[in-house]
T-cell receptor
Framework: GQQVMQIPQYQHVQEGEDFTTYCNSSTTLSNIQWYKQRPGGHPVFLIQ?????EVKKQKRLTFQFGEAKKNSSLHITATQTTDVGTYFCAGPHNNAGNMLTFGGGTRLMVKP | DADVTQTPRNRITKTGKRIMLECSQTKGHDRMYWYRQDPGLGLRLIYYSFDVKDINKGEISDGYSVSRQAQAKFSLSLESAIPNQTALYFC???????????????FGPGTRLTVT
């Protein structure tokens, strides 16, 4: 079945360093979503990418959708302690749009 | 007030007990979902519902059942709890009135369930 994989599973960075998490799907995706879950919290929607090669920015966060629409990345420039949390990508299950398949998440820890 | 609420927030139960987790939402969304979260495994879908008369199995429905009592309420039951059902459970909603792409999901605060 469809699989969505994320790497790395964990990442420790020093505050001010950059961070990137990668998401890879076993199938072509019609779109991809990114969520952030703070420690002890619940997932919160960040963004959706739809077009091949699309790049979107939210302040220090840059999201990319691959040309083949099978991979995506989230890059954070100059991390801050407020960036701590787990970042998940999610794609529509079998591109039906009815349900999402989530990646395993990347847990980001930032040392002040 | 929170748009998606879950009760209880924490629960410890014994093997073999029946337990119900409840979810309510004030967002007016038709679509509701139940996920479980285990470390390193992300969020896995248990069941989902698109309206009061619609119930669908997700990828890990065995050992679980659901009830959609009203548009705003979606409950998850474990008929006979077992230790490997120890996890964090999230309810989520989404709005179907969109362009046909996936719709962002709004999550409740979660229920931490421990089965001993």
């Amino acid at each position: 079945g469809q699989q969505v994989m994320q790497i790395p599973q964990y990442q420790h960075v020093q505050e001010g360093e950059d961070f990137t998490t990668y998401c890879n799907s076993s199938t072509t995706l019609s779109n991809i979503q990114w969520y952030k879950q703070r420690p002890g919290g619940h997932p919160v929607f960040l963004i959706q990418l739809v077009k091949s090669g699309e790049v979107k920015k939210q302040k220090r966060l840059t999201f990319q959708f691959g040309e083949a629409k099978k991979n995506s990345s989230l890059h954070i420039t100059a991390t801050q302690t407020t960036d701590v949390g787990t970042y998940f990508c999610a794609g529509p299950h079998n591109n039906a749009g009815n349900m999402l398949t989530f990646g395993g998440g990347t847990r980001l820890m930032v040392k002040p | 007030d929170a748009d998606v609420t879950q009760t209880p927030r924490n629960r410890i139960t014994k093997t073999g007990k029946r337990i119900m987790l409840e979810c309510s939402q004030t967002k007016g969304h038709d679509r509701m979902y139940w996920y479980r979260q285990d470390p390193g495994l992300g969020l896995r879908l248990i069941y989902y519902s698109f309206d009061v008369k619609d119930i669908n199995k997700g990828e890990i429905s065995d050992g679980y059942s659901v009830s959609r009592q009203a548009q705003a309420k979606f409950s998850l039951s474990l008929e006979s709890a077992i230790p490997n059902q120890t996890a964090l459970y999230f309810c989520a909603t989404s709005d179907p009135h969109g362009s046909g792409s996936s719709y962002e999901q709004y999550f409740g605060p979660g229920t931490r369930l421990t089965v001993t």
